[in-house]
Structure formats: structure tokens, C-alpha cells
Nanobody, 119 residues
Framework: QVQLEESGGGPVQAGGSLRLSCAAS????????MGWFRQAPGKDREFVAS????????NYADSVKGRFTISRDNAKNTVYLQMSSLKSEDTAVYYC????????????WGQGTQVTVSS
């Protein structure tokens, strides 16, 4: 059973940095995508960033390019989201996700971790 556990959220001032972690377990992840999504109050969940576990290929939402970096640690089965130059509009619950099959749809989600950016 795939399990994703996020950590690292919390309050931060605008312009600051924060690193989120997502510990993954329950299967091999090689060839699968891992991603981060976020949902702000009153808004739909939106894509933030993704990484393909084997190749390391990354993809980012335009709103976070140049400020956020996604990475993975194969040995620890952990994906990170390094967030810098945070803005108040980055305030949201951040969710880790993985695809249900290689190159397939997002099928598994973590419980989420709250990030609150104060100006």
C-alpha cells in the first residue's frame, strides 16, 4: 500500500524559505512521477512541481519557477520541495502525490502540510 507522509510546513515570513519533505513507502517508485500540489482556501488544488523518480526530469508551475526546487533522495525514498522567496500567495496546504502507474495519472496523495506566509 502506497503511503506518502509530508512534513516541514509551518509559518514563515514573506521572503523566507521552507523545505517540505515527502517520505514515500509501499512500492518501488522508479519510473513514477512524484509531485507537489497545493490548495489555498477557497481555491482548487493546483500543480506546483513534479519529478520523475528515475530520470530526475522536473516540471514546475509558472508561478513557482525560479523560486521552488523539487528534488529526490533515492536512498531515503523521499522527495523535497525547497521553497524560497516565499510570498503571501504561496499560503496553502501542500500535498505530496505520486502516479498510480508509470506516466499515469496522479493516484496517491498525502494528508497535506500547511504553509502560511505572512507579509
Amino acid at each position: 500500500q502506497v503511503q506518502l507522509e509530508e512534513s516541514g510546513g509551518g509559518p514563515v515570513q514573506a521572503g523566507g524559505s521552507l523545505r517540505l519533505s515527502c517520505a514515500a513507502s509501499g512500492r518501488t517508485f522508479s519510473g513514477y512521477k512524484m509531485g507537489w500540489f497545493r490548495q489555498a482556501p477557497g481555491k482548487d488544488r493546483e500543480f506546483v512541481a513534479s519529478v520523475t523518480w528515475g530520470s530526475g526530469s522536473t516540471n514546475y508551475a509558472d508561478s513557482v519557477k525560479g523560486r521552488f526546487t523539487i528534488s529526490r533522495d533515492n536512498a531515503k525514498n523521499t522527495v523535497y520541495l525547497q521553497m524560497s522567496s516565499l510570498k503571501s500567495e504561496d499560503t496553502a496546504v501542500y500535498y505530496c502525490a505520486t502516479t498510480s502507474r508509470p506516466y499515469g495519472p496522479w493516484g496517491y496523495w498525502g494528508q497535506g502540510t500547511q504553509v502560511t506566509v505572512s507579509s
